[in-house]
């Protein structure tokens, strides 16, 4: 049975109080020591939670450290050129989290004086944050009574209730919220919406919890049952679709600069440069592990791809290296070769918005890829 609420009826105020006390007790004595948590400046929780969407603790935090040191007041970071937000992200991943930082800065320059604000509704409109970012920002940093549903406390709510329904219906969602909402105390909701998320990340494993060191583990349904294989529901596995790429260093033999290319506001990577790269329909990048294995007809259809896109000719160009990474759903098979521009032939790019002739000393400070920088390393 369910209340109006969407929670289950055999939950009591008794059992809500067990949950608080031992979750905050629990918070006091085992809390990791994290920068951000040394801070109760909103600006400063927006940013660690923007880059731990999606985002291991351990990566975040040396991020966390430049990126503050080099924009440490909203006012700063809405001051900054693009190009130095995106270089401070590279290796990060999700860059469009950094370029709606970059807009929600200029937002809260522009409308709040420079100063991060401190209402719900103020918050949740600016780019990139959604319900649960919002709520979070606010609790953790001025205690406000903002419940928090995310992946973590997805997790220990599912056990905590015993739910094994698909986790992203709009019933479970509902639930999820009702149930955060109603567990949320009155006091002290930084350490207990912080405790939440420690306890799903830390104890509340995916395929291995530590039960015997969960402090909710007496008033978990899903401890009880021991149904931890079927709670949470499994996610399906994701379907990669494949993509076969080729990427080109190519560079003038006059000044050895390579020509890279900014990725346009509807490319993958904007903001960003990388090598000139396109999509060559008979290449299959995964068999290749030597200039001898490129097909036939494969280095002509790269010179072609090369001079429609960029307006030069190159010479013959050769296999250096072929590498997989994958993008959301995407496993991207990057093949990548080199050549130089044919002087005689080509009239020599100069001034240009997306194409830059740049030596490796600009290249290494140029935010690029995480695939590009890989292949700057043969520059």
Known sequence: MTTDSG?????????????????????????????????????????SEIMLQQTQVATVIPYYKRFLAAFPTCLELANADEQ????????????????????????????????????????????????????????????????IVEANTIRLYCRLLGYDADVTSKDA?????????????????????????????????????????????????????????????????????????????????????VLIRQCQPDERWAGLWDFPRFTLGNLQASEIQSDSDVKAGTKHDVRTAVRDRCSIEIEEPTWIHSLKHSITRYRV?????????????????????????VSAKELADMPLSVSGRKLAKFV
């Open 84 to 147: 130095q937000v995106l270089g401070l992200w590279e290796g990060l991943g999700y860059y469009r989290r950094a370029r709606q930082l970059h807009q929600a800065a200029k937002i809260v320059r522009d409308t709040h004086d420079g100063q991060f604000p401190t209402t719900f509704n103020a918050v949740y409109d600016l780019p990139g944050i959604g319900r649960y970012t919002a709520g979070a920002i606010l609790s953790i940093s001025l205690n406000q009574p903002h419940p």
């Open 333 to 357: 098979h990057l093949t990548c070769f080199q050549s130089e521009i044919k002087l005689s032939k080509s009239k020599r790019i100069t001034a240009c918005d997306s194409l830059r002739w």
């Open 173 to 257: 969602q509902h639930l999820f919220w009702s149930f955060a909402d109603w567990i949320l105390p009155t006091r002290n909701c930084s350490d207990f919406n912080q405790s939440l998320m420690e306890i799903g990340s830390l104890i509340c494993d995916p395929r291995n919890p530590s039960c015997n060191l969960c402090p909710l583990n007496r008033i978990c349904q899903t401890k009880q049952s021991k149904r931890f294989d079927e709670i949470p529901r499994p996610k399906q596995k994701t379907q990669y679709e494949d993509l076969f790429e080729v990427a080109v260093i190519i560079r003038d033999p006059k000044t050895s600069h």
């Open 7 to 47: 929670l289950p009826d055999w939950l009591t105020d008794s059992w809500r109080r067990t949950l608080r006390r031992r979750c905050l007790n629990w918070y006091s004595d085992n809390a990791r020591d994290l920068p951000w948590r040394h801070s109760s400046d909103p600006y400063e929780i927006w940013i």
